[in-house]
């Protein structure tokens, strides 16, 4: 009998074949024959192209193929699925024809026997540009008087939305203060370590398509491709091995991956295409990109009234799969884990000449509680009162769950209170703000930093999703009693094989290593939605659950029926089934599954076989939450940051597999970190992206990060049966505000309530400096 | 990331080296690890139609004392510059350079001839290779030609070799008396090179300072000597007003850089507070 | 990016103005630049092999003499376009008497494109410096090779 593995933090199986180099990706997919594709993209931000000649690309030998816009007109459009009232949808094609609209616009793409030639080729194409005039902040790009981009609409507005609930303006008016604050939310580069791929086979005869592509929801985009190339859905395989990570950005359809299937289907030659790390940068989607103004209201008590946040919404200059969407989230979680009366938030979508924003970690929603907690610190820090107080005093308590915002959402569950005072007494923050006044006193910069956060997770009802919010799982014991798991939720680096693996293997009372968790393979997995919005496990792995009790209730009606005995009578524990009817009596999963397979014997009408499929759909969202403390000490010579201490406690609802959890947590945090301090996607005033490599674009490494403290606390969540919440994004929603704050915190004494990410050293230094000359 | 084609030829000796820069001329660059030269091929910046490898070259790589010289052939790894124990006895400046430098990979393959060849202007040894006062012995066909630090550094990737000449050998002079010595450097977030990179070399006697070589990478074009630092501290002691008055020259008359991570105010600010800090980990170390 | 500063160099102003808008004279002085031919009235067709160190570029460039006021005032623009990309500067170019020598206050306007710009960040402004350095060095030269010439003769 093996032993129970939920809740235990067992060591993830992926990891031997990741870590000893055995793992598939794409590229890793050698094919006979295999043709290699190149891009010529655009190295310009905006500009007419008054011709392009391939003729010295095409000659040069090893070259098969040259295609430009012309040549792929009837690919059709890369699609957009969020659908809001009078978007404007610009016609984003797999290459460019008239126009190229930002830097790394994919112009042509060389086919060739061998990468080198395809890349030679790609030199030899000459594109006569026109250059005009850019539109890049979308604060400016949104006036009236900016170059537009897109001229059929004659503006670069894409949108205008407003939503909320409660009387706004009277919320403000009936505010003791009303406090307003500009912020950014710059862009980001999510960058996958994996960078995108695709392998696409025609097989002429059977007419049938297979693409290799590195995605995050492999049957979304074998239908959306279907339909680019105008072809059955049933006739393409969509096939994802093993996802280098995506972040959020391969949860998209991008040109490239319909581009190769279609150039496969006209050379009948498989081709290959894979990104580089230049490309990535220029042509995958980059996540945030808001420029916003909060209004926030609220009594002399520290007591909310009500919060609005008008927003410019940086939407590149095509839309990817949900780039018009993503800033919808962030009115969605606009009340944060606080009892705020009335709520507005007013977006403004526009068009720049600028890569696609789209779905990065959090999506929207780190936004959202970065935009409540600096308004939370600013609150506090007007009133003169503990951050602290000011979030306790404007908590729902634990009995008001279901929470209803003033945006329309009801939170699940919730201990807001629990998991803060977890994490005061972790820190010790009575004694860490005792230890900031003998700070300040010897003229030392330390800031203390709290951020509360709820998030929005488990996406999602599919009432409130653009194609579907529910997941799939078929499980099946095989005749030697081994079980499979065919999950619709493909992961890119979650775990999911053994979480998966560890709600079976505990369900059906067999090891972890006799379940295999299959995904990813379109023509062996029923249709599933994918992973992302954290919903993994608690949308995904609540089908496996749920396949396993219609699986176990066939397989107890077998039981009965072996054991001669009334079904009614049967139980299953431990792997075994028993009847109350017979004691002494028992028969293992592995005969009866033995039983179903060779039926020899079954219940009459009973169909052979044991297996069984759900498609989970969730009735509500999850609302996972936590409280980050940053402890920081700023050097006033330099401006460097040194970081004392960081706690965190999550509550992502039951814990399936803790190390997973920790994981997730530890690798959010950091990406945190990264949007804190360093990281950021610059183009120049000429839309020229000068954070072209990692050599300028900024992750985190190891040396950078402190020691993490973490915790939890564990509320489960009442909207599924494993009572899970989802822990995907949740660090890169709670962490950034937390480091942001304490930042701020230490440089109260200049005065600073507020500063715009990234916080480089060179930003405090200059404050210092400036503030301390000023002194003088 | 594809670069364009090339021949690749493994030297099996220093004089087929030689022999073969002297046969392709410009269309050839030397491979001594290739940690800048690579990663330039691949963007197409840098197109050599030969790259001539130093690697398998074994007399090119050793670390030894020499006519009272410490000398290090261009072919060393960071790796075993950083884990030496000769060096770590006589010249603990080179190992701490080396720790700082890149990460294992760069380290491990990378190499101190390469690099300082190379000349990045925010490459790591050229701060220690001017702070140590350091030769560098180029050879050709026409024989050895010994360079002396402070000419070798003519501009941003550009040094005093020669078309035909590789870099052989670097040489430390051997130091007299106590000496005191330390690498700090300001890490770029994104690419580990120097934003500022100092290294200083002291020696001192009596409570006097002797002698001081303080090489600056990271801050302009090229790595630098700053003099006016090192004219303030020599026949001084060396206390904490000393070293703080002295590093405030640290950028004294030279252009200074300006990037995205850096403006040039703030870059002349870390030069002085981090030469500040070099100076009193090395005077510390005099003790 | 910007870049400025003035240069100093000994030579009496007339004869400074017009060895700056001497196409020879250009050809000689503007780094790396390895043909120039008219296209048209101050506006030439010109190679230029630049860069530095070993990471070198060729660009096919256009370069243009405007707003031409002699013998104190005028623009030089230069575009071009190569495998790393594309380079676009603009300097307006003021001359004063400082004596017997020239004063040049220049002040401009770099712009680079495509790969130089993705991966050239951390170099491009102390490049643009260097080259600008480099182009006055050249027609400080240039001014001293021409003083000496009529001397000799």
Redesign the interface.
């Known amino acids: 009998m093996a032993e129970k593995t939920v809740g235990k933090p067992i060591k993830r199986t992926e990891d031997p074949r990741l870590i000893q180099g055995l793992a598939h990706y794409v590229d890793d997919i050698r094919l006979p024959d295999t043709l290699h594709a190149v891009f010529l993209r655009s190295i310009y931000a905006h500009a007419r192209i008054k011709s392009i000649d391939t003729t010295a690309a095409q000659k040069l030998p090893g070259v098969v193929a040259v295609y430009t816009g012309k040549d792929v007109a009837k690919i059709g459009p890369v699609p957009c699925a969020a659908a809001l009232p009078d978007l404007k949808v610009p016609d984003h094609r797999a290459l460019a024809s008239t126009k190229v609209y930002f830097v790394g616009h994919p112009v042509a793409v060389v086919v060739a026997e061998s990468k080198s030639a395809a890349r030679d080729a790609v030199d030899l194409i000459e594109v006569d540009y026109q250059e005009l005039p850019v539109a890049l902040d979308e604060e400016k790009a949104a006036d009236a008087k900016s170059p537009v981009i897109h001229e059929q609409f004659g503006t670069n507005v894409a949108y205008k939305l407003t939503a909320g609930e409660g009387d706004i303006e009277a919320a403000l008016k009936s505010a003791d203060q009303v406090i307003k604050q500009r912020i950014l939310h710059k862009r980001l580069a999510p960058i996958a370590m994996e960078t995108r791929g695709v392998l696409a086979r025609y097989y002429p005869g059977e007419q049938e398509l297979t693409l290799w592509t590195s995605t995050q929801i492999p049957h979304l985009c074998r239908t959306q491709v279907a339909i680019m190339l105008g072809m059955p859905e049933n006739k393409l395989r969509l096939i994802t091995p093993e996802v280098g990570g995506g972040f959020g950005s391969k949860l998209n359809v991008y040109a490239e991956e319909a581009l190769m299937g279609w150039i496969s289907m006209q050379l009948n030659r498989p081709v290959k295409w894979i990104e580089g790390r230049r490309e990535n940068m220029q042509a995958t989607i980059h996540g945030r990109g808001q420029t916003g103004y909060i209004e926030i209201g609220f009594k002399k008590d520290g007591t909310l009234t009500g919060l609005r946040y008008n927003v410019f919404a940086d939407m590149g200059s095509y839309f990817q799969l949900l780039t018009p969407a993503i800033p919808t989230l962030t009115g969605l979680m606009l009340s944060g884990c606080y009892k705020i009366p009335a709520i507005q938030i007013n977006v403004t979508g526009v068009f720049t000449n600028k890569m696609s924003t789209d779905a990065y970690r959090g999506a929207g929603r780190p936004e959202a509680t970065y935009v409540v907690e600096r308004a939370l610190d600013l609150v506090a820090a007007e009133l003169k009162k503990d951050p602290v107080e000011v979030r306790r005093k404007n908590f729902p308590q634990p009995n008001e769950f279901p929470f209803k915002t003033a945006t329309g959402l009801f939170y699940d569950s919730g201990n807001y209170q629990g998991a803060l005072d977890k994490a005061l007494k972790m820190a010790d923050y009575t004694k860490l703000r005792q230890d900031q006044q003998t700070a300040r006193k010897e003229g030392r910069l330390m800031g203390i930093g709290v951020s509360t956060y709820v998030e929005i997770c488990a996406l999602g009802p599919s009432a409130a999703m653009p194609a579907g919010g529910w997941e799939s799982a078929t499980v099946r014991v095989e005749p030697t009693g081994k079980v499979t798991v065919l999950t619709g939720a493909s992961p890119h680096g979650q775990g999911e094989e053994t979480s998966f693996a560890q709600i079976a293997a505990d369900e059906l009372g067999v090891g972890v290593n006799d379940v295999t968790v299959i995904h990813g393979d379109t023509a062996i997995v029923q249709y599933g939605i994918g992973t992302f919005g954290s919903r993994g496990l608690a949308v995904g792995g609540t089908a496996v659950y749920l396949a396993i009790q219609k699986l176990k209730d066939k397989a107890g009606k077998i039981a009965a029926h072996l054991l001669q005995v009334d079904a009614s009578t049967i139980s299953f524990a431990e792997g075994k089934f028993t009847s109350s009817a017979a004691a002494g009596k028992q028969i293992t999963i592995q005969e009866v599954t033995l039983a179903a397979h060779v039926a020899k014997s079954l219940p009459e009408d009973m169909e052979p076989g044991l297996a069984a499929t759900s498609f989970f759909e969730p009735k509500n969202f999850t609302f996972p939450f936590g409280t980050h403390i940053a402890v920081v000490e700023i050097n006033k010579e330099t401006g460097e940051i040194d970081f004392q201490r960081y706690v965190a406690v999550d509550d992502c609802g039951k814990q399936i597999n803790p190390m997973l959890v920790e994981g997730q947590i530890h690798g959010g945090i950091v990406q945190s970190m990264g949007q804190a301090l360093y990281e950021e996607v610059v183009y120049d005033d000429q839309g020229q992206l000068i954070t072209g490599t990692l050599m300028d674009y900024a992750l985190p490494k190891a040396i950078m990060i402190p020691h993490l403290e973490l915790g939890s606390t564990e509320t489960p969540s009442p909207v599924n049966p494993l009572g899970a919440k989802g822990v995907g994004e949740a660090g890169t929603i709670g962490a950034t505000p937390a480091i942001v704050s304490a930042i701020v915190d230490a440089l109260a004494p200049y005065g600073v309530r507020h500063l715009d990410m990234p916080l480089k050293p060179e930003v405090l230094w200059q404050i210092i400096n400036k503030k301390s000359a000023g002194a003088a | ?2 670069p ?2 090339f021949d690749y030829i493994a030297a099996k000796s220093l004089d087929e080296a030689i022999s073969l820069l002297a046969t392709h001329k410009d269309d050839a ?1 030397i491979l001594a690890g290739g940690h800048s030269l690579l990663p ?1 091929m691949k ?4 197109q050599p139609k030969v790259l001539i490898d130093l690697g398998r070259i074994k007399e090119l790589s050793y670390i030894k004392e020499e006519a009272g010289q410490l000398r290090i052939g261009a072919m060393t790894t960071h790796f075993q510059v950083e884990t030496s124990d000769l060096l770590r006895r006589v010249c603990p400046l080179l190992p701490e350079t080396a720790t700082q430098l890149g990460d294992m990979q760069v380290r491990n393959k990378g190499t101190i001839g390469g690099s300082v060849a190379h ?1 990045d ?2 490459a790591d040894w050229p701060a220690a290779i001017l702070a140590l006062d350091a030769e560098i012995v180029a050879t050709s066909a026409r024989g050895d030609r010994v360079i002396k630090a402070t000419s070798f550094f003519v ?4 040094t005093a070799l020669e078309p035909g000449e590789i870099l052989r050998e670097i040489r430390i002079p051997g130091g007299k008396g106590k000496s005191g010595q330390a690498y700090v450097k ?1 890490r ?4 580990g ?1 120097a934003v500022v990179g100092v290294a200083v070399n002291l020696a001192a006697d009596g409570g006097k300072c002797q002698s001081a070589g303080v090489g600056i990478t990271g801050v302009s ?1 090229k790595a630098y000597r700053a003099a006016n630092v090192e004219s303030g501290l020599k026949g001084n002691a060396l206390d904490a007003k000393t070293l703080s008055a002295a590093a405030a020259h640290a950028a004294d008359g030279v ?1 200074i ?7 040039a105010e ?1 870059r002349k ?2 030069a002085t ?1 981090y030469t500040r800090r070099a100076l009193e980990i090395a005077a510390s170390r005099l003790k | 990016m910007k870049i400025e500063g003035t240069q100093k160099i000994d030579a009496p102003r007339a004869l400074m103005f017009a060895a700056l808008i001497d196409p020879a004279v250009l050809q000689k002085c503007i780094p790396g630049c390895e043909q120039m031919e008219k296209t048209g009235e101050n506006q030439y067709s010109a190679k230029l092999t630049a860069g530095v160190g070993p990471v070198k570029g060729v660009f096919n460039a256009t370069v243009s003499l405007e707003d031409i006021i002699a013998p104190e005032h005028y623009k030089l623009v230069v575009e071009g376009k190569g495998q790393p990309g594309f380079v676009k500067g603009s300097g307006e170019l003021n001359l004063t008497d400082a004596g017997s020598a020239t004063d040049i206050q220049y002040t401009g306007e770099v712009n680079v494109g495509g790969l130089i710009a993705s991966v050239g960040q951390r170099m491009i402004q102390a490049t643009a410096n260097m080259l600008a350095g480099r182009f006055f060095k050249s027609l400080e030269s240039e001014m001293k090779a021409q003083a000496k010439l009529p001397a000799d003769s």
Request: hydrophobic share 45%; proline share 8%; charged share 15%.
């Open positions: 990331m594809i364009a084609s660059k330039a963007l197409r910046l840098m000349s202007p925010a501009e941003m990737l550009t300001v770029h977030p994104a690419s090179f074009p252009d850089n300006s990037d995205l991570y850096a403006s703030y600010q870390l507070v």
